[in-house]
DNA sequence: CAGGCAAAACGCGGATACTGATGGAGTGAA
DNA sequence: TTCACTCCATCAGTATCCGCGTTTTGCCTG
């Protein structure tokens, strides 16, 4: 996996141990340097010890909910950006005014991937500084998260969501060996209790739309019984 | 989001700490340096030391009314600008006047987009010497705030208030997909509780309007399951 | 070494749910 | 009245996921 080039370090709030062992380990994995916390409170105290650079903050917490944290937080003075950890029915109709100023939402089950990348996308916008680019580069193909768009030599090609975050996950780990497991366990949601296969057929989509010129190398390739490989061609 | 490249100095005034926490985070984001206050006498006391550059004054205030505030601090020597926030029934004898300086006011509940742009425009009014133009420009596509005018290609197109801010808030992120939440919470106002689907209307408005030609690329492009896009021709 | 076998991978087709586009009705304000 | 705005219903087009039959591949055995 890609590191963040100077590592970010996030605080992260859930009071489900599940999810908070499953954030803290992925994001310790993709970089980040993190600090948990499992309610409002200790939030507070966390923030006011660590001053990190963000924090994943679940809007549904024992002692107080998110909105009340964050605005103390401010209160504080503490003005890093917050990702929010929101139930699905929650968003599509009641909860607004997540995504004001850099902040952002992501809604509960989610993929680990995809709570990776909006973490990045925020850190991007609000420390514009660092060259870190939303391109991600893969011989020629180009994965541009900011406009959702994927590229073959400047052809764009269209890809589903789920194609988008598969492609995304390989694209992050080009040369490496990911198994189904792996795969489905960074890209679908937490909570996919369906089978393997259904990597196999997402793999076979995505084939169809970037390996479609059977001459060329094909950039998926299938490694049998162990996963499958995103190749950069100057790889020997 | 665009920055305003030389940071001007805000005092937000507001004793509901939701909406002074609303328009601080969002102004912050909006490049702005910020500091709040939560009634008169503290916003004079804040003016005195930080000098800021322009001030957002809610007109109900606590201890004394956003008028009063304003005369002493004029009293004081400070004749910085001031966007006034007042409540929408607010009589009009009240409102008039308001807008005598440089001064603006922007009725509540508004749209955050809609505080950042009309901030922005006092600014440039009273500040003219910043190379920050009034008109965006995304391909041969033209918003000018002061006219409160769009053209495509030179020819005037004529939009409701809801579809200028839709699409000023779209050119100011273009190539960067939008999704609906995010609309929602910078382009209506701020405690609108209907659903995400009015966003699908008035893209459906903005491109009847903006992308009639169906032979062009279109400018509006829908991202499938995440948002909207504002694509410019020269995409790298 | 050839042939056969079984597991793995693949590809297709279809059920189902979802998302977005659009037209029209209702409401309220100028 | 007309214009904006909002909400709703409908429709078409997609996305997702699963099941099943086919193909490929690596391996084992004779």
């Given at each position: 996996?890609?590191?963040?080039?100077?590592?970010?370090?996030?605080?992260?709030?859930?009071?489900?141990?599940?999810?908070?062992?499953?954030?803290?380990?992925?994001?310790?994995?993709?970089?980040?340097?993190?600090?948990?916390?499992?309610?409002?409170?200790?939030?507070?105290?966390?923030?006011?010890?660590?001053?990190?650079?963000?924090?994943?903050?679940?809007?549904?917490?024992?002692?107080?909910?998110?909105?009340?944290?964050?605005?103390?937080?401010?209160?504080?003075?503490?003005?890093?950006?917050?990702?929010?950890?929101?139930?699905?029915?929650?968003?599509?109709?009641?909860?607004?005014?997540?995504?004001?100023?850099?902040?952002?939402?992501?809604?509960?089950?989610?993929?680990?991937?995809?709570?990776?990348?909006?973490?990045?996308?925020?850190?991007?916008?609000?420390?514009?500084?660092?060259?870190?680019?939303?391109?991600?580069?893969?011989?020629?193909?180009?994965?541009?998260?900011?406009?959702?768009?994927?590229?073959?030599?400047?052809?764009?090609?269209?890809?589903?969501?789920?194609?988008?975050?598969?492609?995304?996950y390989?694209?992050?780990n080009?040369?490496r060996v990911l198994s189904k497991a792996q795969i489905l366990d960074h890209v679908?949601?937490?909570?996919?209790?369906?089978?393997?296969?259904?990597v196999?057929?997402?793999?076979?989509?995505?084939?169809?739309?970037?390996?479609?010129?059977?001459?060329?190398?094909?950039?998926?390739?299938?490694?049998?019984?162990?996963g499958y490989?995103?190749?950069?061609?100057?790889?020997?």
């Open positions: 996996m890609k590191k963040t080039a100077p590592e970010a370090k996030l605080l992260v709030v859930d009071d489900e141990p599940n999810i908070r062992e499953l954030l803290s380990t992925s994001l310790r994995f993709a970089g980040f340097d993190v600090v948990a916390a499992a309610n409002g409170r200790d939030a507070l105290a966390a923030a006011e010890t660590h001053n990190p650079d963000l924090a994943v903050l679940d809007v549904m917490l024992p002692d107080m909910d998110g909105f009340t944290v964050t605005r103390r937080l401010r209160a504080a003075g503490r003005h890093f950006p917050v990702v929010f950890l929101t139930a699905r029915d929650d968003t599509d109709d009641k909860v607004t005014g997540l995504t004001v100023g850099g902040d952002d939402y992501v809604t509960k089950p989610f993929s680990l991937d995809e709570v990776v990348a909006r973490i990045r996308a925020v850190l991007r916008r609000t420390h514009p500084l660092e060259d870190d680019d939303a391109v991600i580069r893969v011989d020629d193909l180009e994965l541009d998260d900011d406009a959702h768009e994927v590229r073959r030599g400047g052809e764009t090609i269209d890809l589903s969501p789920t194609e988008f975050k598969l492609l995304r390989l694209m992050m080009p040369n679908w949601e937490y909570d996919f209790n369906g089978d393997a296969s259904i196999e057929s997402y793999i076979s989509y995505l084939r169809r739309k970037i390996d479609r010129n059977p001459d060329a190398v094909a950039l998926i390739q299938t490694k049998r019984g162990v490989l995103l190749r950069t061609a100057d790889k020997r």
